[in-house]
C-alpha cells in the first residue's frame, strides 16, 4: 500500500522518535512555547500514527485528501506556539477525517474543564443549539438552568458574526458529518470557545428575539451538561411510565463506573414495565455516545431480545499483541468473520413483548449505533431519529497516542465493526421512522413516536 503521508515522514521521524524518548504524555504546558521543529515533529507522528496504527485510513477519509491537509497545516507551523494554539491548528484535521473516533483532542478534556471551574474558572455562560450551516441558538443557561434568553438568536459575540464564531469552530470539531459536528458543537460549545477565545469574564452578546439588542453577559461558573450528565447516575439513567400504556427508558452513555448499580437500574424498570402493563417502550438513546458493549448486552437485551443475535458481522483490526497460533504479528491488519452468537433469554420472567423503539440523535454514537443496529436487524426494535447523521458500520476500541512535544492526543481505533446484516449501504444509520429531535421541545419526539404506536 502507498505511504499515504509521505511529506512529513521522512524528513523529520528520526527527530520525533528521539522527542517522544525523551518526552512523556503526562500534561503539557499550556502556557510553554514549541518551535517550529517541535511542532512538525509533532504532526509527523500524527502521520505516522494514521498509517500505523490506524486499521484503515480510507475508512472515513480519503487518503490523498488527508495529505493535502497534512501538507496545509505543516505550513502553518511556521512560528512558536503554545498547546492550545497548536490545537487550533492539528483539530483543522478533525472534519476530515470524519470519524469521532479519530481526532486530535486534548487529554482529559472533562478534568481539565473541571480543574478550571475549581479554580475560579468561568465559561461561556449558555447551552447553546448549533446547525452545521453556523446559526446559533439560545438553549438554556449553562449547566441547564432557566433562561430568560432561551430561544434567542445569537448575532454576534463580543463584537464577532456568530456564524462566523460557529464556522472557526466547525472547522476544528471531530465527528462523521457536518451535523453530527454542529451537535457535538452544540453539546461543548463552551469548551470550544475557550479553547479559542479564552475565558473573558462577561459577553457581550447581539441577540434576535422579537426585535434585536445587545445585552452583557456574565460568564457563568455553572458545571455544563455534557459533564452533569456523565458524573450523575439520576441524570445519565432515567425511567419513566407514560399515559397510555407507555414507558421511557433513557440510557444516556454505556459507560459508567458502576455497572451493577446499572444493572440494577435496568432489571427495576423492566419489573416496573411488567408490573404496570407497559405496551410501548421507548428506549432514549438521543444523548449516548457509547461505551462498554456489556453494558447493554447484559442490561438490556435480556429484558428485549426475541431471537439470536450478534452485535457485528465482521470486523478489520490493527494487531497489537501478536497471536503466533493465528499467525498475526504486532501492526498487521486482519479482516474477519464474527460468528459469535447470543441466545436470548425467552425464559426470563421479566422479558418484554411489546413495542421497542429506539430514539437516537446527533449524540448516539460507537457502542450505542452498534446496540441500535442489534435491535433492529433482529427484529426486536424500530430505530427512530434523523437520517444522515453517523455511519451504520463503526470504528471503536479507540486508544491513544500522546504528541511529544504539546502533549496533545491523537485518538484512533484499533478496529471497524461491520453491521451484524453485512450489508454495506446504505453507508450512514437511516431510521425506520424520521423523528425530528427538537432540543427546545425534548418530549416531542417521545410523544410523536407514542402516537405512531395508536395510543
Not at 81 to 110: C, K, Q, Y
Request: hydrophobic share 40%; glycine share 8%.
Amino acid at each position: 500500500m502507498r505511504n499515504p503521508f509521505p511529506f512529513v515522514l521522512a524528513a523529520v521521524l528520526l527527530a520525533a522518535t528521539a522527542s517522544a524518548r525523551a518526552s512523556t504524555s503526562s500534561g503539557a504546558d499550556t502556557a510553554s512555547l514549541h518551535s517550529p521543529e517541535q511542532l512538525r515533529q509533532d504532526l509527523a507522528v500524527i502521520a505516522k500514527t494514521m498509517k500505523d496504527s490506524h486499521p484503515d485510513i480510507s475508512f472515513s477519509v480519503v487518503p490523498v485528501e488527508l495529505d493535502a491537509a497534512m501538507r496545509r497545516v505543516s505550513r502553518d507551523l511556521d512560528h512558536a506556539m503554545t498547546r492550545d494554539e497548536a490545537w487550533r491548528v492539528f483539530s483543522t484535521l478533525n472534519p476530515i477525517l470524519a470519524d469521532a473516533h479519530t481526532g486530535i483532542f486534548f487529554p482529559g478534556w472533562r478534568k481539565e474543564a473541571q480543574t478550571h471551574l475549581a479554580q475560579g474558572g468561568v465559561f461561556f455562560p449558555h447551552e447553546v443549539v448549533v446547525t452545521a450551516d453556523g446559526e446559533m441558538t439560545i438553549l438554556s443557561a449553562l449547566g441547564g438552568g432557566k433562561s430568560p434568553m432561551a430561544g434567542a438568536r445569537i448575532l454576534s459575540i463580543n463584537g464577532t458574526d456568530a456564524r462566523t464564531v460557529a464556522a472557526d469552530l466547525l472547522a476544528r470539531v471531530h465527528g462523521d458529518t457536518p451535523d453530527f459536528r454542529a451537535g457535538l458543537l452544540s453539546r461543548r460549545f463552551w469548551f470550544f470557545y475557550w479553547k479559542m477565545h479564552g475565558s473573558p469574564a462577561s459577553f457581550d452578546l447581539k441577540l434576535e428575539a422579537h426585535g434585536r439588542k445587545t445585552v452583557r453577559v456574565p460568564a457563568s461558573h455553572s458545571r455544563p451538561i455534557e459533564l452533569v450528565r456523565r458524573s450523575d447516575f439520576e441524570q445519565a439513567f432515567r425511567f419513566e411510565t407514560l399515559p397510555c400504556n407507555g414507558a421511557v427508558l433513557a440510557v444516556d452513555t454505556f459507560d459508567w463506573p458502576d455497572k451493577r448499580k446499572f444493572l440494577d437500574f435496568t432489571r427495576n424498570a423492566f419489573a416496573t414495565i411488567k408490573a404496570k402493563g407497559v405496551k410501548t417502550l421507548i428506549i432514549d438513546i438521543r444523548h449516548n455516545e457509547g461505551g462498554e458493549d456489556d453494558m447493554w448486552l447484559q442490561g438490556i437485551m435480556p429484558y428485549i431480545a426475541t431471537r439470536p443475535y450478534r452485535w457485528a458481522s465482521a470486523y478489520k483490526k490493527r494487531v497489537m499483541q501478536a497471536d503466533p497460533a493465528k499467525g498475526e504479528k504486532v501492526g498487521d491488519v486482519v479482516s474477519g468473520l464474527l460468528d459469535r452468537w447470543l441466545d436470548p433469554d425467552l425464559a426470563n420472567p421479566l422479558r418484554f413483548t411489546g413495542k421497542v423503539y429506539v430514539l437516537t440523535g446527533t449524540a448516539t454514537y460507537s457502542s450505542s449505533i452498534l446496540f441500535a443496529n442489534t435491535l433492529r436487524e433482529f427484529g426486536s426494535a424500530a430505530i427512530a431519529g434523523e437520517s444522515g447523521i453517523v455511519r451504520a458500520d463503526q470504528s471503536g476500541g479507540t486508544r491513544d497516542t500522546f504528541l511529544p512535544n504539546t502533549g496533545l492526543d491523537v485518538g484512533w481505533p484499533r478496529f471497524i465493526l461491520y453491521r451484524p446484516s453485512g450489508q454495506r449501504k446504505p453507508e450512514f444509520l437511516e431510521p425506520d421512522l424520521v423523528v425530528a429531535d427538537d432540543p427546545f421541545h425534548p418530549r416531542a419526539a417521545i410523544d410523536q413516536l407514542l402516537r405512531c404506536s395508536g395510543h
